[in-house]
């Protein structure tokens, strides 16, 4: 068995590398098997601390046993990705509770650089990305101790020194060597933070409200136009009675190639979106979306979704034409009118549609308005703790008695309306607003932000946004959720703890929105910098070249860069002056002597030579025999040379030539 060096520095580093790592994912876990893997590392840190026995082999593979079951039950198979880290780290953590040898702690240390990169499966910000690069050096530091005798602070040091050395060449090549698509890509997590669901409920979308996680950010490439912004993410043309849902129909025309817009049509904007990772491949995007990324699909009703990767974050352009340019064909035309699935739920709301569109002659853009002002002139009011309604007439009791809803439940209760008289309309799930930043020109939208509306087709206007929040609540469609004075409490006591929370206070929405102006660069240059940007950037600097061309030339760079880096690290230098601080005293003290005519004879050591400049200067003997006996002690005796030797070092001598010169 080899012997360990720095075991308390070791197991106390391992330890504080996975509980900051198990502070980044505890969202993705139960809170069971969050329990017990801080268990194991308290465990681990008090075996340490204390120092006591290491549990027996027989009692940690039964732990271990037992831990798998309940990681099993508590995961389950479907979610691969969690599935992985979540075993990756418990294997981690039992093999640093029973390790005692150098190979079990190298084993472990090289686990360590695999959990800390699997946080980049669930986060990717600023914040994530720099305590995990201190954990890295942390982590090499320890893989150091396991073979040396410095303590941690050394190992720190010299740490920290490699992945300097080793960061200019990484930005170098990940700016210049072409990127390669990937072999394998791991599935996304299936616990994303963002998402819509494709099935709306009222109560669903109630509750993102709760969130304040960050969906996706929008920069306009020119004078941002006027709000409302509805971020369009998924159509709902299919109502069972309680839940709007995508029909199999929609399904099968969300192909790519399909015309939008009608003929000579022109984009009225565009603009850029930085989309966060997501549990679905819904992208966003206003009115009707196009975009030319290659990773984004366009479908044939304006809408975008992801083709691939959907736990990372995606940057993409995109350009907006106008909605009621969108054709309506005959099988949308009667997808968006039927009823078939709930002709008989809510027979007083198909009653009191049918009653109003006659007394409106049977307009259809006559009805559209009158619903504007049933909505807005009999006491409804907008909630984000609407009262819970249960049993198969969700949208009667709505509309004729609790009259407080959040926006899915007007969206579905006008949709439902406007399809009892036989005129196309569908509910359309995404985002409402954003929070505009003045610096740097962007929105923000969260997750508090998910919105539901109704579009519906007017003869002779085509498809029109109808929101009865528009005459509910008409402040939620000028910006964010946040920015709602009305709704400030509901809002607050809604969400967990966090700046968000007291934005109140000056001081901590000044702090907010200055992390916020960083994530934002972090997500535009960083994580937004995508095969195609780095594309522009290669035109730019090396014109038509191919990518072998340019591959080559970046990695012959690299390679030079290496040979001379070798080559200088190789090259005979000239003797310097000795390092140590004591030494170029000495040469002080022996350079003053010359020329005063002492000269060291030749073999002569350096405390021969003080004992006869000694005798040569009987005045400054004293002073020269203190010297000499510091320097013994120091050299020879290997005595630490700390701040108070260093300062005597310099007063003997000061008052050795200080002395001679009077």
């Not at 996706?216 to 043309?237: C, L, N, T, V």
């Not at 399809?419 to 929105?443: D, F, H, K």
């Not at 997750?447 to 009865?468: L, M, P, R, S, T």
């Not at 200067?617 to 108070?644: C, G, H």
Request: net charge positive; proline share 3%.
């Amino acid at each position: 068995m080899r012997i360990v060096n720095n075991l308390t520095a070791i197991n106390l580093s391992l330890s504080i590398v996975y509980i900051l790592v198990l502070s980044f994912i505890f969202t993705e876990l139960s809170l069971a098997f969050n329990t017990l893997l801080v268990g194991l590392c308290i465990w681990n840190l008090a075996v340490t601390l204390l120092k006591r026995n290491k549990p027996n082999a027989l009692l940690a593979n039964t732990l271990a046993g037992l831990s798998l079951i309940v990681l099993f039950y508590d995961v389950g198979f479907s979610d691969t990705v969690t599935l992985f880290v979540a075993m990756l780290i418990l294997s981690s953590l039992f093999k640093l509770l029973q390790a005692t040898t150098k190979k079990h702690y190298q084993t472990i240390t090289l686990l360590s650089f695999f959990s800390l990169s699997t946080v980049y499966l669930f986060s990717q910000s600023l914040f994530a990305t720099l305590i995990i690069s201190l954990l890295y050096i942390l982590n090499f530091a320890v893989l150091a101790l396991i073979e040396s005798k410095h303590n941690l602070k050394i190992a720190v040091k010299g740490s920290l020194k490699l992945l300097l050395l080793a960061l200019p060449i990484s930005i170098f090549l990940l700016l210049l060597l072409p990127k390669v698509p990937a072999f394998w890509q791991l599935p996304g997590p299936k616990l994303a933070k963002t998402g819509l669901s494709e099935s709306v409920d009222p109560f669903d979308i109630a509750q993102l409200s709760n969130s304040d996680e960050l969906v996706f950010r929008a920069k306009f490439d020119e004078q941002r136009p006027s709000p409302p912004y509805y971020w369009r993410a998924i159509i709902h043309d299919e109502f069972d009675g309680k839940t709007w849902l995508i029909s199999d129909i929609l399904k099968a025309k969300q192909v790519i190639g399909q015309n939008t817009t009608k003929l000579g049509a022109e984009p009225l904007f565009s603009y850029q979106i930085f989309a966060e990772p997501a549990a679905k491949p819904w992208l966003y995007g206003l009115q009707l979306s196009s975009s030319t990324h290659k990773d984004v699909k366009t479908t044939s009703d304006g809408l975008l979704l992801r083709k691939r990767f959907l736990a990372s974050s995606i940057s993409y352009t995109t350009q907006s034409y106008p909605l009621e340019s969108a054709l309506l064909s005959r099988s949308v035309q009667y997808q968006n009118a039927q009823l078939n699935l709930a002709k008989e739920t809510n027979l007083q709301s198909q009653t009191f549609a049918k009653r109003l569109y006659e007394q409106q002659n049977k307009d259809d853009d006559a009805f559209y308005s009158a619903l504007y002002e049933y909505f807005a002139n009999n006491g409804f009011s907008y909630t984000l703790t609407p009262d819970p309604i249960t049993g198969s007439n969700t949208l009667d009791q709505f509309l004729f008695n609790n009259k407080r809803g959040f926006c899915g439940h007007y969206a579905s209760t006008a949709a439902f309306m406007f399809r009892s008289v036989g005129i196309p309309a569908r509910v359309v799930s995404g985002y409402l607003g954003g929070e505009y930043n003045e610096q740097n020109s962007y929105l923000s939208v969260y997750q508090y932000d998910a919105h539901a509306w109704v579009e519906v087709y007017i003869k002779n206007k085509g498809w029109q946004i109808f929101d009865a929040t528009a005459v509910v609540s008409p402040e939620r469609l000028n910006g964010s959720l946040s920015q709602h004075t009305q709704l400030n409490n509901e809002f607050t006591s809604n969400l967990s703890f966090g700046l968000l929370r007291l934005s109140n206070i000056a001081g901590f929405n000044w702090l907010r929105l200055k992390l916020e102006n960083l994530d934002y660069q972090w997500t535009s240059w960083v994580l937004g910098f995508d095969q195609q940007k780095q594309a522009s950037l290669l035109n730019k600097l090396f014109g038509n070249k191919k990518l072998w061309q340019i591959s080559l030339i970046v990695i012959a760079t690299v390679c030079m860069t290496f040979i001379c880096y070798f080559v200088y690290l190789s090259w005979p230098k000239k003797s310097s002056e000795p390092k140590h601080a004591l030494t170029k005293d000495y040469l002080k003290l022996v350079n003053w002597c010359e020329k005063q005519g002492i000269v060291a004879k030749q073999n002569q050591t350096p405390l021969q030579f003080l004992d006869y400049a000694a005798h040569k200067q009987p005045e400054k003997r004293i002073y020269i025999e203190q010297f000499a006996q510091l320097y013994s002690d120091v050299r020879y005796r290997q005595l630490v040379f700390n701040s108070y030797r260093k300062k005597h070092s310099k007063d003997l001598i000061k008052s050795i030539k200080t002395k001679m010169k009077r």
